[in-house]
């Protein structure tokens, strides 16, 4: 009888708490998406606001020596040594910042039509390119460098222009 009683009262709690409809779970829903646009500014009910869904472009190895085109295929990231650089023939219509992934200020060179960041930093940048926003993570996971490309709603970050001409 020991052993028994507990596992009764477990199932009995299971099936109250998944077969018995519960209406403050709708209730805290509704309540969430209220707030969400008092937050906001705004007066329009949930369902008719349009909501943003990040776009994974790339998330991959990051290429040692070797190019990864981008998004349109006119930019490209890679590892250098110890940099990591973005590059391609459209750089001239970056804006773009950066930080270290802890958000510390990072040394950006833009020279020789690249952009240049210390790989071992784990860089964040983000950049409007044809009226959308971008952010490239690089992370390092034993030893192996990684970046993540994807479609932002909005930088966090005030962006500059590229110095290339």
Avoid: C
Avoid at 22 to 46: H, M, Q, R
Avoid at 107 to 136: A, K, M, Q, T
Wanted: net charge negative; aromatic share 10%; charged share 25%.
């Amino acid at each position: 009888m020991g052993i028994v009683a507990p596992i009764i009262v477990a199932a009995f709690i299971w099936v109250v708490s998944h077969l018995i409809p519960n209406d403050s779970t709708e209730d805290a829903a509704i309540t969430k998406e209220s707030s969400a646009n008092l937050e906001s500014g705004t007066n329009v009910p949930p369902s008719e606001q349009e909501s943003f869904v990040e776009t994974v472009h790339y998330e991959g190895r990051l290429p040692y020596l070797r190019e990864q085109p981008i998004l349109d295929s006119t930019l490209y990231i890679t590892q250098a040594y110890n940099d990591f650089e973005l590059g391609g023939v459209n750089l001239h219509f970056l804006e773009y910042n950066a930080r270290t992934e802890i958000g510390d200020t990072i040394e950006i060179r833009d020279r020789n039509g690249l952009i240049e960041l210390d790989v071992w930093e784990n860089p964040y940048i983000e950049f409007s390119y044809r009226d959308r926003f971008y952010s490239i993570e690089v992370v390092r996971i034993d030893g192996v460098f990684s970046a993540i490309v994807k479609e932002i709603e909005r930088p966090t970050m005030d962006l500059i222009h590229s110095q290339k001409n």
